[in-house]
């Protein structure tokens, strides 16, 4: 059983990310501060990330614009359109399986786990991992993207740069990530 | 004439007994057992049957003290919408309290069946050694246990009390000094105690869709030489290999085998030459059915099949491709169910195979069929009841298949006798949504999820209100709903009046305001179930309808607009409702959080047990 402990800096809320199995953890991988919480007339559950410059980061143009309408920014939403975990257990797409992987950043004692599944870009990504590891003193940069050095072990154990390949190629050989400073 | 109720004496027990075994449904002997005490004690000791549809709705101890001649229980413990993830792993629903009860209490029980339920090794080891004439083990959408667990199981079933192998070892040291030799004699008794019965008839061993943890490959190997009882075997759920030659053994030395349901991981020779050892099987669900192409294998598995004489259930199929199921037409005829949701093969072989198969009842298939394959199964399977479609692709990453309304509509006119549908799309019209309430109005179980929240009419762009309005008004004995698509707070008005055997509702993505959950607990006067999501639902609402809620199983509410202020009312108005609050992100107790406070999740459920002792730290109850 592999225990990740999530560090986050004071006022954003996180729970230790225990699980045995990965898949069912999946929806805790990131969540939402209270601040972002309180004030909304409805809670969606969902994944939240920016999807307003699309397309271009993404391997399939799939769009939902009216979900916008209603302020759900993501695709991705959990636990739908209601299909029960067994439904997901076949060989020929890995890609529904939770992928959990690991993320550590140089310098970080504790690392933590981000799920591939939830995401479906390199910009998605990046937002996700720009939240689970916050700069510091941001210096009013708008593109987390562009702030961080990523890179991941593919399934050769080489470490390679994240963004250079299609999305979904990437996402069948990555085995863990590295931030670098 | 006899005054007063002194007419029950008039016979003895033994006959209102037998006269109440007539009585199927436990709502009938609940209204027999207020009649008198007379009956209410004859009711009691009398009940065979017990089903707990919520673990957490009675305490353990109570139910097995009320009923002591069980043989027979099924319990269910977590929400439905566990199966989508959006509760939490450790909100509870833990099998230890029951099966502990159980064992004191009901020594003679010979079913249990599981649902929804965390059930340890050791809750199963205590299922084994606690029941004298065990005969039926389901265990459905469980978690928690493994394999080492099941090989308990498979190693209390014996016919014979010699050897245990969980049983006492008394060891006793016998010194034998006879003349001219000292001799020391290591006697082992092997002593199985009359407290230890075994699993002696286990008939049914049926594991569905259970996430077990694989840790003892060779469990199977566990089920002694004797055991020869097993009627039905699924498998279905396990991810490891199982030892096919075991197996084998197993299933030869059972001759009154008819259910065999096996897990993907055998390949498809070793599949075939099990098979070959079974043919009396009656339902049979086949490991991976994808292989390179062998003439040979092609045609074992063609006699194979054909042998199969008395067929009329499959499923399994995981990956098929269009190479091997050809060989397997021959049982197409006699099947009433097919199961062929883990199947990817697309629509051309797909409408072959189904379009065979002409006394279907039950078919269950991935939306590769496409409107074609609907529109074939239509024509040529009319005694079809149920009809479930899959999508093979719920995220949407592959191009849209070409599975319309059409495809319902077609079946819904063609197939006289379908009563349970459950479909997903990607479009729906109200017009579509009309034909099939016209056409199907003995409809009880209809369950639409059109995989886009929030999609509207896409010819008119209205809301799916008017359609899923006529479903509600024609069909009246309609028991199971769900809602999908762009729906106002008018169709909850059309549900709340009309759907009056309505038994279970689940919503999302739906409804303008509160007025959408006030007309369906104002209404629906048969509302056992109701699940919502993502719907702007509130306070008032379930205040003003708090007494529903008691007549009412159970009531989840994720992602909506109830407050914690409104659930602390409830809660103080309604004692004899557990109002549970889930909250994932929390570090700080409840108490501690205002009342305009937004509930995240919230799960409302009846209960004579008072709030439950066995709330992990994201639960509380209010």
Redesign the interface.
């Known amino acids: 059983m592999e225990l990740e402990l999530g560090l986050a800096p004071p006022g954003s ?1 996180r ?1 230790p990310e225990l ?3 990965g898949e ?5 991988c990131r ?2 501060g ?1 601040d972002e ?2 004030g ?6 969902f994944i939240q990330k920016d999807n307003d410059e699309d397309g271009n980061g993404n391997g ?1 143009g ?1 769009q ?1 614009k ?2 916008q309408e ?1 302020n ?1 920014g993501s695709r ?12 997901r ?5 890995g ?2 399986r939770a992928n959990c992987v690991k993320v550590n950043m140089e310098g970080v004692a504790i690392g933590r786990k981000v799920d591939l599944c939830l995401h ?1 870009s390199y910009q998605g990504l990046f937002l996700t991992l720009s939240q689970m590891f916050p700069k510091k003193q941001h210096d009013g940069e708008e593109s987390d993207a562009a702030y961080y050095k990523v890179t991941y072990e593919d399934e050769d154990g080489d470490w390679m740069l994240v963004g250079d390949v299609p999305w979904e190629a990437f996402i069948r050989s990555v085995r863990r990530l590295k931030i670098l400073n | 004439m006899v005054r007063g109720f002194g007419w029950a004496a008039a016979f003895p027990d033994e006959v209102w007994e037998h006269v109440f075994s007539f009585l199927a449904a436990d709502a009938d002997r609940n209204a027999v057992a207020l009649v008198c005490r007379a009956w209410h004690r004859i009711e009691r000791r009398s009940r065979r049957r017990v089903f707990v549809g919520n673990c957490y709705a009675v305490a353990p101890a109570a139910a097995v003290r009320r009923f002591p001649e069980v043989r027979a229980a099924a319990i269910k413990g977590k929400p439905h ?1 566990a ?4 509760v939490p ?1 450790d909100w509870g629903g833990g099998a230890e309290a029951w099966v502990e009860a159980m064992a004191e209490g009901w020594p003679h029980l010979e079913e249990l069946r599981l649902k929804r339920m965390v059930v340890s090794d050791d809750c199963l080891e205590l299922i084994a050694r606690s029941f004298k004439n065990f005969g039926v083990l389901s265990l459905v ?1 469980c ?1 928690g246990f493994s394999t080492a667990g099941l090989a308990a199981i498979a190693a209390n079933c014996r016919s014979s009390p010699v050897h245990t192998s969980v049983g006492l070892e008394v060891a006793i040291l016998v010194s034998v000094a006879s003349e001219g030799v000292n001799e020391l004699s290591l006697v082992y008794l092997l002593l199985s105690s009359a407290d230890i019965p075994y699993l002696r008839n286990l008939r049914e061993l049926d594991l569905h ?1 259970n ?1 077990v ?1 694989d840790n003892c490959l060779n469990w199977i190997s566990h089920f002694p030489e004797s055991f020869t009882s097993l009627v039905s075997l699924n498998i279905a ?1 396990l991810e490891g290999d199982v030892n096919t030659s075991v197996l084998e053994c197993l299933i030869s030395r059972c001759p009154n085998l008819k259910t065999l349901r096996l897990n ?1 991981a055998m390949p498809l020779e070793k599949l075939v030459s099990l098979l070959q050892r079974a043919p009396q099987l009656v339902d049979v669900g086949t490991s991976k059915f994808s292989a390179d192409h062998h003439p040979e294998l092609f045609s074992k598995l063609e006699s194979t099949f054909a042998g199969f004489k008395h067929l009329k259930s499959l499923s399994g199929i ?2 098929a491709g269009p190479t091997y199921l050809p060989a397997i037409y021959s049982v197409c005829e006699s099947l009433t169910s097919l199961n062929l ?2 199947a ?1 093969i697309q629509s051309p072989e797909l409408l072959k195979f189904v379009s065979r198969c002409k006394n279907l009842q039950r078919l269950w298939v991935m939306d590769l069929i496409e409107d074609n394959g609907l529109i074939a199964v239509a024509a040529s399977c009319k005694l079809l009841q149920e009809l479930r479609v ?2 093979s ?5 592959a191009p849209p298949i070409s599975l319309t309304e059409h495809g319902l509509v077609a079946i819904s006119a063609g197939c006289l006798m379908l009563h349970s549908v459950l479909y ?1 799309c990607r479009q729906m019209t109200n017009a579509a949504l009309l034909t099939i309430a016209n056409n199907r109005p003995n409809l009880t179980c209809f369950r639409l ?1 059109i ?4 999609t509207p009419d896409y010819i008119s762009q209205e809301p799916l209100d008017a359609g899923f309005s006529a479903i509600v008004e024609s069909c009246k004995d309609l028991r199971r709903l ?1 809602l999908s698509g762009l729906l106002t707070d008018r169709v909850f008005k059309s549900i709340g009046a009309s759907a009056n055997r309505l038994e279970m509702l ?1 919503v ?1 993505f739906a409804g303008d305001s509160d007025a959408g959950l006030h007309y369906i607990l104002s209404g629906c006067k048969n509302l056992r179930k109701l699940e919502i ?4 639902f509130g306070d008032k609402a379930l205040l003003d309808n708090a007494s529903k809620l008691e007549t009412m199983r159970s009531l989840w509410m ?4 109830v407050t914690l202020g409104a659930c602390r009312q409830l809660a103080l108005k309604m004692p004899r409702l557990n109002v549970e609050v889930i909250d ?4 700080r107790p409840l108490e501690s959080w205002p009342d305009d ?2 509930v ?1 999740k919230l799960y409302i459920y009846r209960t004579v047990a008072g709030p439950r002792s066995d709330t992990p730290p994201c639960v509380w109850t209010v």
């Open positions: 809320d729970t699980g045995v199995h069912k953890r999946a929806n805790l969540k939402r209270v919480m309180l909304k007339a409805t809670l969606p559950l399939n799939r939902s009216h979900l209603l759900f991705v939403l959990v636990g739908w359109p209601p299909v029960k975990m067994w439904r257990k076949s060989d020929d797409c890609r529904r479906d | 919408f199966d989508f993830n959006l792993t959408s978690d869709e996430e943890e759920c993907h995981w990956e949701c883990y990817t899959f999508p692709d719920p995220y949407g990453v997903f999820c995989i886009e929240p929030h769900s689940s999302a999501r993502d719907c702007p994720s992602s909506c607009s994932e992100r929390r570090g406070f937004p995240e």
